[in-house]
């Protein structure tokens, strides 16, 4: 057994005929097959007033040319137009019909010529394309679609012989990525038809929303067959979702199933990203659903004009053809009347045949915005441009054998199809028309709007444009119109999952979500972030820091002991009180130069003590502001060469007090070597400390460093020592000789005090020794500029040590105890010692 023959709805003879399949009705009845009798004919309810446009534009498009005396002069075209149902089934039931020839004419006039059809023109969806495509291939038949965009058509090894006047999907989903990007959506969910049209035009959307940074929160698919449940399920995740931004890749069908159950929840406040498919679709735009889809967004393909389409489509009529069953059915939907003289139904108005296609408002009469209809037209003029080209092909010139002639005969698919792949014209609009190697036109989209009217209709606005020709970053241009935005509010929407990181911060993906889930988090020290969603923050070259807000790096701040602060005024004023009071206790001794208590304690190693007491206080000076080459070279060799100076006298006043203590008879004088031997010592012990100090600053000079590594937001300027070795060396060269001195002071601590100085001497350099032996582990443990404090307040300290201890007793004596400033004092304390 075998089903029925399919027979076109719409039909008409010609010398080569063109075939057509369109979805006129919009849903199909499924029957069930138990195959055990001959199946029923499909079913099909609910015409499509838009479709049944594009089907009368094509009818439009042939009686023009047929009408031309330019092309195909002496040739006319028929055409062959089928009724899918927006059914796979019947798709490939109309491929079948259109390949096989069966055909039964509206006119009931007989038929001596094949009716097999030359090319297809069709469908409206990508899966009945694919199936239509894939069934008429190895004939060799090409098929024009003028409303199938999934990209998976562009594949000629699949499908050879397809060809469509409507871009690929490949191009408008990547459109909508950028144009997501563009307006700052990172958080959007995602909706798609359930079919070819749907999955693969969502799959190159991810992918291109993912390189663009957008992240996907949902993604889900429905049909128009799908069950209430779960479509209900569907709109329950959409309300529940936190993005603002859907993208609904749909087709028109789904479209509208979706959309009475968003009406039905009451889902509002969306910012809808439509695909071509609907989002130019008069059906939709209904004052009810303006109220979720006011705002709308989306690529369309460009509108155009058609002159002369809206008087044809205005004049058809069913007495045009009494037995048309299509005409009668659009009759009757459009004008909500019966035809039918024997309607029992008593509900139903009789038709008069006198209604006016022009007073209708419906997708069949508006043709504000000729797009998909467009389409339909320019696959009907490619179709005429290459059998033309065919027909008009001179003996012997052509890519066939016997390919000359006007016959039909000698038309052959196969031949129709070589012909299309190099068809180039322009329309009467200014519209170039080709082909590339996979089919597809260029690629050319207008962003359209929803914006209410003043009537409380609503207006498809075009806001920008999308031409896939240009070099990218040229593509995606808007126009200079105010958009309206979800709620027909003029602020735009913001769809994050988290709000952008200022500068200063950068992101941290949050573990188990998308990467535009994040948290931000502020730079670390030293490094910076100048762009908001930095992903990383950059670290600060060596001598720059970041600033507070950890936006820009800025000079890191330098630190020394400078003249200007309190610690070094402070410093400094010790420093030059200890010298002045040098110079005071000089000009006492130097007043009191006569007096026996001078003469006894040598006066020429007191002044040369105070001279070199003063050039230690002075040379705490060069430790203060900012180093340089030779403040660092000074500072450290002036330290070594006049503290070694410093202790040389000290040292030969206690080697004098010993010699004159070890005479062998109490009233002797001091012998007469102790001048030059005194002056030995301090010569001898000090030009060691001057070698020394010559010989680190030949080998490895102090010299000034920034030290980067003790505090991460300052460089401190400092005195590297060069060699640690020489000054530990000269250091420790000053520790002996204090030492030594303490020492021969200590064994000359119980001599006659009136001579004596030795305890003095003792106490001095127990100071002495005290101040360095502590200066050691301060001055390595402390930061910065306190190095330095520390080095200094050692110096002063051990300083004003040796002036007190050893001068103070003796200026108290000459100032305020002149009675015992007498060679009688001091010989008779010595004389009372000694008994």
Same mark, same amino acid.
């Given at each position: 057994?075998?089903?029925?023959?399919?027979?076109?709805?719409?039909?008409?003879?010609?010398?080569?005929?063109?075939?057509?399949?369109?979805?006129?009705?919009?849903?199909?009845?499924?029957?069930?097959?138990?195959?055990?009798?001959?199946?029923?004919?499909?079913?099909?309810?609910?015409?499509?007033?838009?479709?049944?446009?594009?089907?009368?534009?094509?009818?439009?498009?042939?009686?023009?040319?047929?009408?031309?005396?330019?092309?195909?002069?002496?040739?006319?075209?028929?055409?062959?137009?089928?009724?899918?149902?927006?059914?796979?089934?019947?798709?490939?039931?109309?491929?079948?019909?259109?390949?096989?020839?069966?055909?039964?004419?509206?006119?009931?006039?007989?038929?001596?010529?094949?009716?097999?059809?030359?090319?297809?023109?069709?469908?409206?969806?990508?899966?009945?394309? /694919?199936?239509?495509?894939?069934?008429?291939?190895?004939?060799?038949?090409?098929? /024009?679609?003028?409303?199938?965009?999934?990209?998976?058509?562009?594949?000629?090894?699949?499908?050879?012989?397809?060809?469509?006047?409507?871009?690929?999907?490949?191009?408008?989903?990547?459109?909508?990525?950028?144009?997501?990007?563009?307006?700052?959506?990172?958080?959007?969910?995602?909706?798609?038809?359930?079919?070819?049209?749907?999955?693969?035009?969502?799959?190159?959307?991810?992918?291109?929303?993912?390189?663009?940074?957008?992240?996907?929160?949902?993604?889900?698919?429905?049909?128009?067959?799908?069950?209430?449940?779960?479509?209900?399920?569907?709109?329950?995740?959409?309300?529940?979702?936190?993005?603002?931004?859907?993208?609904?890749?749909?087709?028109?069908?789904?479209?509208?199933?979706?959309?009475?159950?968003?009406?039905?929840?009451?889902?509002?406040?969306?910012?809808?990203?439509?695909?071509?498919?609907?989002?130019?679709?008069?059906?939709?735009?209904?004052?009810?659903?303006?109220?979720?889809?006011?705002?709308?967004?989306?690529?369309?393909?460009?509108?155009?004009?058609?002159?002369?389409?809206?008087?044809?489509?205005?004049?058809? @009529?069913?007495?045009?053809?009494?037995?048309?069953?299509?005409?009668?059915?659009?009759?009757?939907?459009?004008?909500?009347?019966?035809?039918?003289?024997?309607?029992?139904?008593?509900?139903?108005?009789? #038709?008069?045949?006198?209604?006016?296609?022009?007073?209708?408002?419906?997708?069949?009469?508006?043709?504000?915005?000729?797009?998909?209809?467009?389409?339909?037209?320019?696959?009907?003029?490619?179709?005429?441009?290459? /059998?033309?080209?065919?027909?008009?092909?001179?003996?012997?010139?052509?890519?066939?054998?016997?390919?000359?002639?006007?016959?039909?005969?000698?038309?052959?698919?196969?031949?129709?199809?070589?012909?299309?792949?190099?068809?180039?014209?322009?329309?009467?609009?200014?519209?170039?028309?080709?082909?590339?190697?996979?089919?597809?036109?260029?690629?050319?989209?207008?962003?359209?709007?929803?914006? @209410?009217?003043?009537?409380?209709?609503?207006?498809?606005?075009?806001?920008? @444009?999308?031409?896939?020709?240009?070099?990218?970053?040229?593509?995606?241009?808007?126009?200079?119109?105010?958009?309206?935005?979800?709620?027909? @509010?003029?602020?735009?929407?913001?769809?994050?999952?988290?709000?952008?990181?200022?500068?200063?911060?950068?992101?941290?993906?949050?573990?188990?979500?998308?990467? #535009?889930?994040?948290?931000?988090?502020? #730079?670390?020290?030293?490094?910076?972030?100048?762009?908001?969603?930095?992903?990383?923050?950059?670290?600060?070259?060596?001598?720059?820091?970041?600033?507070?807000?950890?936006?820009?790096?800025?000079?890191?701040?330098?630190?020394?002991?400078?003249?200007?602060?309190?610690?070094?005024?402070?410093?400094?004023?010790?420093?030059?009180?200890?010298?002045?009071?040098?110079?005071?206790?000089?000009?006492?001794?130097?007043?009191?130069?006569?007096?026996?208590?001078?003469?006894?304690?040598?006066?020429?190693?007191?002044?040369?003590?105070?001279?070199?007491?003063?050039?230690?206080?002075?040379?705490?000076?060069?430790?203060?502001?900012?180093?340089?080459?030779?403040?660092?070279?000074?500072?450290?060799?002036?330290?070594?060469?006049?503290?070694?100076?410093?202790?040389?006298?000290?040292?030969?006043?206690?080697?004098?007090?010993?010699?004159?203590?070890?005479?062998?008879?109490?009233?002797?004088?001091?012998?007469?070597?102790?001048?030059?031997?005194?002056?030995?010592?301090?010569?001898?012990?000090?030009?060691?400390?001057?070698?020394?100090?010559?010989?680190?600053?030949?080998?490895?000079?102090?010299?000034?460093?920034?030290?980067?590594?003790?505090?991460?937001?300052?460089?401190?300027?400092?005195?590297?020592?060069?060699?640690?070795?020489?000054?530990?060396?000269?250091?420790?060269?000053?520790?002996?000789?204090?030492?030594?001195?303490?020492?021969?002071?200590?064994?000359?601590?119980?001599?006659?005090?009136?001579?004596?100085?030795?305890?003095?001497?003792?106490?001095?350099?127990?100071?002495?020794?005290?101040?360095?032996?502590?200066?050691?582990?301060?001055?390595?443990?402390?930061?910065?500029?306190?190095?330095?404090?520390?080095?200094?307040?050692?110096?002063?300290?051990?300083?004003?040590?040796?002036?007190?201890?050893?001068?103070?007793?003796?200026?108290?004596?000459?100032?305020?105890?002149?009675?015992?400033?007498?060679?009688?004092?001091?010989?008779?304390?010595?004389?009372?010692?000694?008994?």
């Amino acid at each position: 057994m075998v089903g029925k023959p399919e027979f076109p709805v719409l039909s008409k003879d010609g010398d080569v005929i063109i075939g057509g399949a369109f979805s006129i009705h919009s849903k199909s009845k499924v029957q069930m097959t138990l195959f055990q009798n001959e199946p029923e004919p499909l079913g099909c309810s609910s015409i499509n007033f838009r479709e049944f446009r594009f089907a009368q534009t094509m009818i439009f498009a042939i009686e023009e040319i047929n009408n031309s005396t330019d092309l195909l002069p002496e040739t006319s075209l028929g055409y062959r137009i089928y009724d899918s149902c927006g059914s796979i089934p019947s798709s490939i039931k109309t491929a079948m019909a259109l390949m096989n020839g069966q055909e039964k004419t509206v006119l009931n006039e007989s038929c001596t010529e094949s009716g097999t059809v030359h090319a297809i023109i069709g469908e409206s969806e990508s899966s009945s394309t /694919i199936a239509m495509a894939t069934t008429t291939g190895p004939f060799h038949i090409p098929v /024009i679609s003028h409303f199938a965009t999934c990209a998976c058509l562009s594949n000629k090894k699949l499908f050879p012989t397809f060809f469509r006047t409507i871009p690929s999907d490949y191009y408008q989903s990547r459109a909508l990525a950028q144009l997501v990007k563009h307006f700052g959506w990172t958080w959007v969910g995602a909706i798609r038809s359930d079919n070819d049209y749907g999955n693969n035009g969502m799959v190159t959307f991810v992918e291109a929303a993912q390189q663009e940074g957008v992240c996907i929160e949902y993604s889900e698919a429905i049909l128009r067959t799908n069950p209430k449940e779960k479509i209900a399920r569907v709109v329950d995740i959409i309300r529940k979702a936190t993005s603002k931004v859907l993208v609904a890749f749909l087709a028109q069908g789904e479209m509208e199933v979706l959309l009475e159950e968003i009406l039905l929840q009451n889902v509002t406040g969306l910012q809808w990203i439509g695909s071509e498919s609907w989002i130019t679709a008069r059906q939709l735009a209904t004052e009810k659903a303006s109220e979720v889809l006011s705002g709308a967004i989306g690529f369309a393909i460009n509108k155009s004009t058609i002159a002369g389409l809206k008087e044809f489509l205005l004049k058809i @009529h069913p007495s045009q053809a009494p037995g048309s069953a299509i005409l009668k059915e659009f009759w009757e939907t459009a004008f909500g009347c019966t035809l039918s003289s024997q309607s029992k139904s008593n509900d139903t108005e009789h #038709c008069t045949g006198t209604e006016q296609l022009a007073l209708l408002r419906n997708q069949y009469t508006d043709i504000s915005e000729l797009r998909i209809s467009n389409n339909v037209y320019k696959a009907v003029y490619a179709l005429a441009h290459s /059998i033309h080209n065919l027909l008009t092909c001179k003996d012997g010139q052509g890519s066939f054998t016997n390919e000359t002639g006007t016959k039909n005969n000698t038309t052959e698919p196969r031949q129709v199809l070589h012909y299309l792949k190099g068809v180039n014209f322009t329309t009467r609009t200014g519209e170039r028309v080709y082909f590339n190697t996979n089919g597809d036109p260029a690629a050319k989209y207008e962003l359209v709007n929803w914006q @209410h009217t003043r009537d409380g209709g609503t207006t498809f606005t075009t806001v920008g @444009h999308y031409d896939a020709s240009l070099p990218a970053g040229q593509q995606f241009t808007m126009n200079l119109v105010n958009i309206v935005w979800a709620g027909d @509010h003029n602020q735009q929407p913001v769809s994050v999952c988290s709000e952008s990181c200022l500068p200063g911060t950068r992101k941290v993906v949050q573990r188990g979500r998308p990467v #535009c889930c994040f948290y931000c988090t502020p #730079c670390a020290e030293g490094e910076i972030s100048n762009s908001t969603d930095s992903i990383e923050c950059t670290k600060c070259p060596l001598e720059y820091w970041s600033n507070e807000d950890q936006t820009q790096c800025i000079l890191k701040e330098t630190e020394f002991l400078s003249f200007g602060e309190n610690m070094g005024i402070v410093l400094t004023m010790f420093s030059l009180a200890g010298a002045c009071l040098n110079l005071a206790i000089g000009f006492i001794y130097f007043h009191f130069r006569a007096t026996p208590l001078v003469k006894a304690n040598n006066s020429e190693l007191s002044f040369l003590l105070l001279f070199s007491l003063t050039l230690c206080f002075l040379c705490s000076l060069t430790f203060i502001g900012q180093p340089s080459d030779w403040s660092c070279m000074l500072r450290h060799t002036a330290f070594g060469i006049t503290f070694a100076l410093c202790i040389s006298c000290v040292l030969g006043k206690t080697l004098v007090v010993l010699m004159a203590f070890k005479a062998k008879m109490p009233g002797n004088s001091v012998p007469k070597c102790s001048g030059p031997l005194q002056r030995l010592s301090v010569f001898t012990c000090t030009i060691i400390q001057v070698l020394l100090c010559i010989l680190w600053l030949a080998l490895s000079p102090p010299f000034p460093y920034k030290n980067m590594e003790y505090f991460k937001n300052k460089i401190i300027l400092e005195c590297d020592l060069g060699s640690t070795v020489a000054f530990y060396a000269v250091l420790g060269y000053i520790g002996f000789l204090s030492a030594m001195c303490f020492v021969l002071a200590f064994l000359a601590r119980k001599l006659p005090d009136n001579f004596n100085e030795a305890k003095f001497i003792t106490f001095s350099m127990l100071i002495f020794c005290a101040v360095w032996i502590t200066f050691i582990p301060a001055y390595i443990s402390s930061p910065g500029k306190y190095t330095v404090a520390v080095e200094i307040f050692a110096i002063l300290a051990s300083s004003f040590g040796l002036l007190f201890c050893i001068f103070l007793p003796k200026c108290y004596i000459m100032l305020l105890k002149p009675e015992k400033n007498t060679r009688k004092h001091l010989i008779g304390k010595m004389h009372s010692k000694s008994l």
